[in-house]
Structures are given as C-alpha cells and as structure tokens.
C-alpha cells in the first residue's frame, strides 16, 4: 500500500511540475532579459518554485483522498434524508465554514483599504452560505443553471449602479478569490453527492455549477457593503525588503512557515470537525476509510502551507518588481503580450483546476478531455490578463470590460449544452485562485504603481477579469464540441441510408 501511495505521489509532483514548470521558464526569461531583478528577489522566486512544486503535489493528493471523499460523503448523505430544512440549515454552515478560512480570500481582504478585514470576510462567508443553498435546492429540484445565473448577474449589474466604483473591482474580485484551493474540493465533492441522488439522465451535469452560484453570493456581499459602508483610507503599497545574505533569505521561508501553518489550520480545523461530527451523527464510516481520509488531510495540511509559503515569499516579490520594471520603461506596451503569455502559464499552476479538470474528465468519461479543458482556460486566462494590463496602462473602467463579457457567456449559456454552462461557469471562480492573487495582482499593482495610477480601480479587478474569459472560452468549446458531435452524427445516418440504399441494387 505504501508503495503505491509513494508512486501516487511521485505522480503528482511530476503533474505539479509540469504546470508550474513553464510561468517559472517565463519569469526567469524575463528577469534576464527585459525586467531584471534584484539577486534577492530572484532567489525568493527559485525557491519559490520548489516550495509550489512540493505544496502542489502533496495539496492533490490531499485533495483526491480527503476533501473529495468527504464533500461526496456529507453531500450523499444530507440529501438522503429528504428533509430540505436539513440540506438547507447544513449548506449554509458549511458554506461559511470553509469560507472563512478560504487562504485567498485572506490575502485579499489585506489589499482592501476601504473595508474593514473581518467584516469583510464575515459578508462573503454569509454570501457563499446563502448561494450554497441556492446551489443544492438547485441540484435536488432540478432547475436551470442558466436561469439562476440570468436573475443573479442581473441584480449584481443593477446593484453596481447604486456602489461607488471603488468597489466594484473589490467586489468580483471577492467572487473570484472565495473559490480557492479549500473550498473547490469540497464543494464541487459536496455536488456529487447530491446529484448522486437523483436518478434522471441530466443528474451528472447539475453535479456542476455550486461553484459558479457560490462566486455571486461574494460579489452581492462586497456590493452591499458599498451601499452601506463609508469607505476610510488610501490603499498604502506593501514593502519589498531585499535580503543581503544567504542566511535572511533562507530565514524569510522558514520564518514565514509558522505563519501559514496556522492560517491553513485555522483553514482545515472548522471543516474538518464538522465532518467528523457530522459522520458521528449521521453514519460512523469504517476505521480504514475514516483513518485514510484523515491521513489526505494531512498531506492537504502540508501541501497547502508549502504552497502558500512559495506563492507568498517567492513569487508575490517578483510579480510586483516585474510589473512595476516594465510600466516604468520604455517597453511598457510589452505588459500586454507578455501578460497575455504569463496568464496562459499561470492557471495550469492554481491547485483546484487540477482538481476541477480531473473531475470534469471523470464525470464525462473523457468526453471532455483534461488537455482541452487545460487549453481552452489558458487560453481564456491569457486574454483575461492581457485586457487587465490594458487597464493598467489606459486606466478604463472595469465595467466595459465585465458587461459585455457577462452579456456575451450568458446568451452562450443557450446555445450550448447544459454541462458546458456549468463547467464554465465553475472553471471561473476555479482559474482565479491563489497564483492570480499573489502573482498577477502583485504584478498588476506594481505597473500600476510605477505609473502613478489609482491602484483601487486599476490594478483590482485582474482576478475578476481572469474569472470571466473562462466563461466564455469554455462555452465556445462546447459549441465546436456540439457541432462535432453533430457532424458525426449525420455521417453516421448518411452510411446507413447508403446501406439501405445499396442493399437492394446489389440484390438485383
């Protein structure tokens, strides 16, 4: 058994490997060419990349044997019962649960200069419970994704009209940050097993989008807060200290590894007891299962604390020195393309699109391969990015940006397959993970700084832009995937009219 587990995690270190591999080709291609950077910096960034490699491989292996198994075990089992006051009381606590202690959406909440920190934790926690319940009434009575998504962005674009536009960057970019490498697993697990329920032939596809309606609840939060809140304080830049010797640089790691020990135990303890206590109450799982989940949890513990150490010392550095070296030259126009080029690297890096694309390529059999998927949201990213450095440098506001993006995957949403939709619409919240938010934002700030921009207006909004084009690229592969499927067809009964008609000719 041992063994097999080593090879497991060999897999998947050589999977970590392979997606952080090329940004981590870019960057250093970068820092000796066009935008050098300080010996400090690039070392961080060196060791950064082992630190991800490392926390990627163990995170997935936590994620395939832990928070999948108890997302589909809670999930099957809420819903059992049939008493929807239960399915809607359990979603809303689990809901806040893993939010809360979401990783990114700490580090977002530390960029906020206009809100205080735990209330804005607390109102996004408060929104994802809200939409988890929506989410799983949604699976259980068997209503349209695209309906809900309809009614939602639609109050979300009217509300915006009432909030000062220092929020609305803040407020997608919470939608896009809440989804991270904690609550993915679990939610999307916690969907299967719902939909595991039921009995109908289109169960497999509503098993998606929990996802997608748990990115609105954080956008409606933050843009209610703008109603209410008075916005106090400028946005105060953080501080990049160099090393001078071998010695700080190493103690910037392991120092740093104390602190993100505890923010991922405060992250895994409040949902890890409640399963426990849940599998208590509900149905005690055989010793073996239980103490095999309770071993991936550790290894999401490690994973997940090595990850967040390389992405938080190593690369944020980086991103923003990078950024503000190439707004401050001559070259500053190269911040488009070379954004575009970062941002198709950098999503095959976030840890929950490894987990979405093997559950995507699971659930469809291989209908949807792992490698189109993987293509499609680098693809979509790297648009998403380079529009965001066009903002940057142009100042344009969000919002004709947002606006068309939503109007255009939404009237997709009608023309494509239902499973497409909710894909998409998963893989948004999904793309825009930790690496966006301590890599692109970073680098994003940093040009933004260097030119002198408002960093609240310009420089937010990049996670949000990086959580629509997903929207809209992984819809257009179901359009091209529907128009094959449809070819095949028609070949297929055009060889069977030839045989019927040839049938009787060869007779005679």
Not at 139 to 160: G, Q
Not at 428 to 438: I, L, R
Request: glycine share 8%; charged share 10%.
């Amino acid at each position: 058994m041992s063994i097999i587990k080593n090879q497991i995690l060999r897999d998947k270190i050589h999977e970590a490997l392979v997606s952080v591999l090329p940004v981590t080709a870019v960057v250093l291609i970068l820092s000796l060419t066009v935008a050098p950077l300080s010996l400090s910096t690039f070392l961080s960034f060196l060791f950064g990349s082992v630190f991800l490699v490392v926390g990627m491989g163990l995170f997935s292996l936590g994620a395939d044997t832990a928070m999948m198994p108890m997302g589909e075990y809670v999930g099957t089992n809420m819903t059992r019962s049939k008493k929807i006051w239960q399915v809607i009381l359990l979603s809303f606590t689990v809901g806040i649960l893993i939010t809360v202690s979401e990783p990114d959406l700490q580090v977002l909440s530390q960029y906020t200069p206009s809100i205080d920190t735990t209330v804005l934790i607390w109102s996004v926690a408060i929104g994802v419970g809200v939409f988890l319940v929506l989410a799983m009434l949604r699976i259980l009575f068997a209503v349209k994704l695209r309906y809900l998504l309809l009614a939602s962005y639609a109050l979300i674009f009217a509300m915006a009209m009432f909030v000062s536009p220092d929020f609305w960057p803040i407020a997608f970019d919470a939608g896009g940050v809440t989804t991270g490498p904690m609550t993915v697993p679990f939610i999307m697990a916690l969907g299967i097993g719902v939909a595991a329920i039921r009995s109908d032939k289109d169960n497999s596809a509503d098993s998606f989008g929990l996802i997608a309606l748990c990115s609105v609840g954080p956008i409606l939060a933050v843009l209610l807060l703008g109603l209410l809140w008075n916005p106090q304080g400028d946005y105060v830049d953080f501080v990049i200290q160099d090393a001078e010797t071998s010695r700080e640089l190493g103690l910037s790691f392991f120092t740093a590894i104390p602190h993100y020990l505890l923010e991922v135990a405060k992250a895994l303890l409040p949902i890890t007891l409640f399963f426990l206590v849940y599998q208590l109450i509900a149905n005690r799982l055989p010793m073996k299962q239980l103490y095999k989940i309770l071993v991936g949890v550790g290894y999401t513990f490690v994973g997940l604390t090595l990850f967040l150490t390389g992405v938080n010392v190593g690369f944020m550095p980086a991103g923003h020195t990078l950024g503000g070296y190439l707004a401050s030259s001559d070259l500053r126009w190269l911040m488009v393309p070379i954004g575009a080029v970062i941002g198709y690297y950098i999503v095959a890096a976030e840890p929950a699109v490894q987990v979405l694309q093997k559950q995507v390529e699971d659930i469809t059999a291989g209908a949807i391969p792992r490698r189109a998927l993987g293509i499609t949201l680098g693809v979509g990213v790297a648009i998403s990015v380079s529009l965001s450095m066009i903002r940057v440098l142009t100042g344009i506001s969000i919002m004709y940006f947002l606006v068309p993006g939503y109007l255009i995957a939404l009237t997709l949403s009608f023309f494509v397959p239902d499973i497409f939709t909710s894909i998409a619409f998963d893989s948004g919240g999904v793309a825009s993970g930790p690496m966006t938010a301590t890599f692109l934002l970073p680098f994003a700030m940093g040009a933004c700084s260097a030119l002198g921009g408002n960093i609240v207006t310009d420089a937010f909004g990049v996670v949000a832009m990086v959580a629509m084009t997903p929207l809209i690229a992984i819809q257009i592969l179901g359009l091209v995937y529907q128009l094959k499927l449809k070819g095949s067809r028609q070949k297929i009964a055009a060889e069977e009219d030839l045989e019927i008609i040839d049938f009787p000719t060869v007779r005679r």
